[in-house]
């Protein structure tokens, strides 16, 4: 179980938003946080403490200079994630990304398109691919959003569908989008399914607020989750938790079993 840090670009800047407010127009954005550092100030900050496998997420176009900039700045320590497909992915694993993550490409009227799946692994390995499978909570059952989250896909997170895409990616990345950004509690059950039946390598995002949902994460997953902490950072505007309790205990490459 690992700490994996992130650096999520809007306009160009680092910030921390309410991921169920992000909308094509923009009008109910919810902003939890703009910083007035640049990326490559977190990626340096990552890499000095040795964090590996964090994540640069580029919401919505205009973000390519500052994704280019943070990934020099720890190149090989970084994911990249953001309108990503078979032409460009190539080009950010060799601006120095250690793999790229996917979502809306490889889906396609609402179900997995293994064709474009396919292509995708073709041109980055899978060993190069991480799948993003955010999801949010409809009829009692996690489905699958793509398109920044808006979109509801036709795809369930089951162990069927954990299996069955695991054999395209080298891990999987899962934001709670319903609860992203809010610090209010993270989603137990997605943790205890994701812990339990995930096959690969697998990082979970989404309402982590203070060191005690840390410690759920590691209990119902099993210790086999590692998690990305947002907005509840200090660095990020956060008061409940601070880097360098988080890093410092978690970070680093180190294990907690829960």
Not at 24 to 45: I, T
Not at 188 to 210: F, K, M, N, Q
Not at 221 to 245: C, K, N, P, Q, W
Request: hydrophobic content about 40%; overall charge negative.
């Amino acid at each position: 179980m690992r700490f994996r840090p992130c650096i999520d670009l809007h306009e160009g800047k680092v910030k921390q938003i309410v991921g169920s407010s992000l909308s094509d127009d923009g009008m109910d954005l919810r902003e939890n946080f703009v910083s007035d550092r640049s990326p490559a100030y977190y990626a340096g900050l990552y890499r000095g403490d040795g964090l590996v496998g964090g994540h640069v997420i580029m919401l919505g176009s205009g973000n390519e200079t500052a994704a280019a900039a943070a990934l020099a700045a720890w190149p090989g320590g970084l994911q990249i994630g953001g309108s990503i497909d078979p032409e460009n992915g190539p080009e950010w694993l060799e601006r120095g990304a250690a793999a790229v993550i996917v979502t809306s490409y490889v889906f396609r009227d609402g179900r997995v398109d293994l064709a474009r799946l396919s292509r995708m692994v073709a041109a980055v390995g899978r060993e190069h691919l991480v799948l993003d499978l955010s999801c949010r909570l409809r009829d009692n059952a996690y489905y699958i959003v793509t398109d920044r989250w808006q979109k509801f896909t036709r795809v369930r997170v089951c162990p069927d569908s954990l299996v069955e895409l695991s054999a395209y990616c080298a891990e999987f990345l899962i934001h709670a989008a319903d609860v992203e950004g809010k610090c209010a509690g993270v989603a137990v059950d997605l943790i205890e399914l994701l812990g339990r039946h995930s096959p690969i390598v697998t990082t979970y995002a989404g309402g982590i607020g203070s060191m005690a949902d840390i410690d759920l994460i590691g209990r119902h997953g099993r210790g086999r989750l590692d998690y990305t902490v947002g907005s509840g950072l200090d660095i990020f505007g956060g008061t409940a938790m601070t880097y360098a309790e988080v890093s410092g205990r978690f970070g680093g490459g180190s294990e907690q079993r829960g």
